[in-house]
């Protein structure tokens, strides 16, 4: 009994300062990220090319899985909000609801499982194929910095889409619940915006971009990280693939809890 607790107490340390070596390694990522970003900006050559080309790249993959999470979504989101309100008589709130939980919630967590999801793995794969390949040893034997040639630019770029996801999720999500909310439940097309325009504030989409560029940055940070520390060949690889999308979906909701509550101790919502 003895032997097996301390044989446990063994594993926990371990897990716990394995954890606390990949936070610093981490930490150490993002540090080496930011200065050779903005080293590059200023000096005038950093990889825009590349960053161009990852953009559209993982804009291209996750636009559509966008739009067709955005309309269930925007649906679902309308028919319950509406049937709840509707019992007791409040039909003209509707859009308020439905707009807050869309903008404040839906949109944003939509856009963090995106990018963890497809972009992590993506960017995982990408790396940690390199790495396994030893292209980026042979990069720094010819003078090329890895993180500033393939990690930074990905940084980047999953930074500019993220936004630009939030944004298709919110458009589409919204006009779904439009329609949902005249043909099921009445309500005019003005009265639903009108209820809208009465409880939204700006900070409602700020914090939403808040929280894209937030889960964007851990994706950087996590799927460029397991990428760089890929080995064992590709089952090697693709360990490091399911490590990266499953750290980086649970950060970014866990971030993304944190920002909503300072959100509602800051910012609560108030009637225009």
Do not use: H
């Not at 919204?174 to 639903?192: N, P």
């Amino acid at each position: 009994m003895r032997a097996a607790a301390l044989y446990r107490l063994y594993q926990f340390a371990a897990i716990f300062t394995r954890s606390l070596a990949t936070i610093g390694r981490s930490v150490l990522l993002a540090r080496s990220i930011i200065v050779w970003t903005v080293r590059g900006i200023v000096k005038g050559n950093f990889a825009v090319g590349e960053t161009i080309t990852q953009a559209v790249t993982l804009l291209r993959v996750t636009t559509l899985p966008a739009i067709l999470v955005a309309i269930p979504f925007g649906a679902v989101v309308s028919v319950q909000v509406g049937a709840l309100v509707d019992t007791v008589g409040a039909n003209s709130l509707v859009g308020a609801a439905s707009g807050i939980g869309i903008i404040r919630q839906g949109a944003p967590l939509a856009t963090g499982v995106l990018l963890g999801g497809v972009c992590a793995s993506a960017i995982a794969a990408d790396l940690g194929s390199r790495t396994v390949r030893e292209e980026l040893q042979a990069m720094q034997v010819m003078g090329v910095d890895p993180i500033a040639r393939l990690i930074a630019p990905r940084m980047l770029a999953l930074m500019i889409i993220a936004p630009m996801l939030l944004v298709a999720i919110v458009a589409v999500a919204m006009l779904i619940a439009l329609t949902v909310s005249v043909w099921q439940f009445g309500l005019s097309s003005g009265g639903f915006w009108s209820s809208f325009g009465a409880f939204s504030a700006p900070s409602d989409l700020a914090f939403a971009v808040l929280k894209a560029e937030t889960g964007a940055m851990i994706v950087g940070l996590v799927a460029g990280l397991r990428g760089l520390e890929a080995s064992g060949g590709p089952r090697g690889v693709a360990d490091g693939v399911n490590s990266s999308v499953v750290l980086s979906i649970t950060l970014i909701f866990l971030s993304f809890l944190g920002l909503t509550q300072i959100q509602t101790m800051f910012f609560p919502s108030q009637v225009a």
